[in-house]
């Protein structure tokens, strides 16, 4: 039976006195509290109101 196995190639991380995970936290953090914030979307703005009066004058005559 043959057994594959494969060693990493890439070089090991640089020691930066465990500063880099904070920092791309908190760099994740605002870049999506940015794209929250400033989206030009607002689905509230579109929302629909209702039937029209093509809906009503199809189902006047259905009602009672």
Sequence with gaps: MAT???ASL???AHRNNG????LAELLAF???FVERAFNPYRPELHYMRGPGPAWR???LGRSN
């Design 4 to 6: 594959i196995s494969s």
């Design 10 to 12: 890439s070089t090991p």
């Design 19 to 22: 500063l880099a995970k904070p």
């Design 30 to 32: 605002w870049r999506q």
């Design 57 to 59: 004058a199809k189902h």
